[in-house]
């Protein structure tokens, strides 16, 4: 069985930075890419940024030059720095990740979610 454990959120003032953390722990073959997103009150979910098991990385044009997305791929976790934070980032953030299993099964896994709630 998969699990995603994130950590990190809490509460900032506007300008300051958090950083979220996501381990997986479980049976896998491989991880394909991991992301983040966030959802916050009223609104869709949202991708943040994500990041490939090569490294490649992409971000959504509100957190820019904000966010910075990372991996330890010998650690199975990834990693969002987040710089320069602004009341409308305010949202639960979850992680996700794309996994093959052994077998070559590949499915998607969700972590519980990590709120991160920025004052004025």
């Known amino acids: 069985q998969v699990q995603l454990v994130e950590s990190g959120g809490g509460l900032v003032q506007a300008g300051g930075s958090l950083r979220l953390s996501c381990a997986v722990s479980?049976?896998?073959?491989?991880?394909?890419?991991m992301a983040w997103y966030r959802q916050a009150p009223g609104n869709e979910r949202e991708l943040v940024a994500g990041?490939?098991?090569?490294?490649?990385?992409a971000y959504a044009d509100s957190v820019k030059g904000r966010f910075t997305i990372s991996d330890d791929n010998a650690k199975n976790t990834v990693y969002l720095q987040m710089n320069n934070l602004k009341p409308e980032d305010t949202a639960v953030y979850y992680c996700?990740?794309?996994?093959?299993?052994?077998?070559?099964?590949?499915?998607?896994?969700w972590g519980q979610g990590t709120q991160v709630t920025v004052s004025f």
């Open positions: 996700n990740a794309d996994i093959t299993h052994y077998g070559l099964r590949r499915r998607g896994y």
């Open positions: 479980g049976s896998i073959f491989s991880i394909n890419a």
């Open positions: 990041i490939t098991s090569g490294g490649n990385a």
